[in-house]
Nanobody
Framework: QLQFVESGGGLVQPGGSLRLSCIAPDPDSGNFGMGWFRQAPGKGREAVACITESGRTTQYSDSVKGRFTISRDLLKKIVFLQMDSLRPEDTAVYYC??????????????????????????WGQGTQVTVSS
């Protein structure tokens, strides 16, 4: 299974911005849709944003819509999450995942909408985002 590396988290004041990166040098990484998820202390994992293989379609949770932007580079090996107007409730560990099927591997993908809501069960270590004054 693909192993993504998240980076870019840190401490920021309310109203500030951060840009997270999700990187996988695997040559097949560009064949999959991607998504960002987060988990606050004592809370369940929450879907944040997802983007299709082509990068032309995106989806956001209501809590971040208008403030966060998901994108991917031209090689489709890096996925970004631009976070603006950050709020204390955005504090969480942020995780990146792809819609690659963990059952079939290869280039088989799970349904995109399902992935956007739940991920694919392949979680890395994440990157901590803390919004506090």
């Amino acid at each position: 299974q693909l192993q993504f590396v998240e980076s870019g988290g840190g401490l920021v004041q309310p109203g500030g911005s951060l840009r997270l990166s999700c990187i996988a040098p695997d040559p097949d990484s560009g064949n999959f849709g991607m998504g960002w998820f987060r988990q606050a202390p004592g809370k369940g994992r929450e879907a944040v944003a997802c983007i299709t293989e082509s990068g032309r379609t995106t989806q956001y949770s209501d809590s971040v819509k208008g403030r966060f932007t998901i994108s991917r580079d031209l090689l489709k090996k890096i996925v970004f999450l631009q976070m603006d107007s950050l709020r204390p409730e955005d504090t969480a560990v942020y995780y990146c995942a792809s819609d690659q099927s963990q059952k079939h591997q290869g280039t088989v993908r799970i349904p995109f909408q399902w992935f956007c809501e739940h991920g694919n069960g392949n979680w890395g270590q994440g990157t901590q985002v803390t919004v506090s004054s």
